[in-house]
């Protein structure tokens, strides 16, 4: 079983930067893909970014690519999301999400369906 944390949303002026962590309680975080997504009001939830649990493998939606940064610390057990030149159009709760089971170090996945594990959300909201 594995507990999420999100933490780091905010208010942010269009330009800036944000960084997000999710903080995971459970031995076997070490050995699970994370991915972020995000819900923006009336929309549906949708992909950002995920990472291997080897943390070798990283993959972005179009939108975020060379403005957001994912990375993870095992040794902490937490992912980060390093969101630089924001937009107003990133506004959105954003969620970690955790993958269990066994699979190899290199994996990623994209879909929510993929995941078994939920953060409760954090807000960004980027002003113009």
């Known amino acids: 079983q594995v507990q999420l944390v999100e933490s780091g949303g905010g208010l942010v002026q269009a330009g800036g930067s944000l960084r997000l962590s999710c903080a995971a309680s459970g031995r076997t975080f070490s050995r699970a893909a994370v991915g972020w997504f995000r819900q923006a009001p009336g929309k549906e939830r949708e992909f950002v970014a995920s990472i291997s649990w080897g943390g070798s493998m990283k993959y972005y939606v179009d939108s975020v690519r060379d403005r957001f940064t994912i990375a993870r610390d095992n040794a902490r057990n937490t992912v980060y999301l390093q969101m630089n030149s924001l937009k107003p159009e990133d506004t959105a709760v954003y969620y970690c999400?955790?993958?269990?089971?066994?699979?190899?170090?290199?994996?990623?996945?994209?879909?929510?369906?993929?995941?078994?594990?939920w953060g409760q959300g954090t807000q960004v909201t980027v002003s113009s």
């Open positions: 999400a955790a993958r269990g089971g066994y699979y190899s170090s290199t994996y990623l996945y994209r879909d929510s369906s993929d995941y078994d594990f």
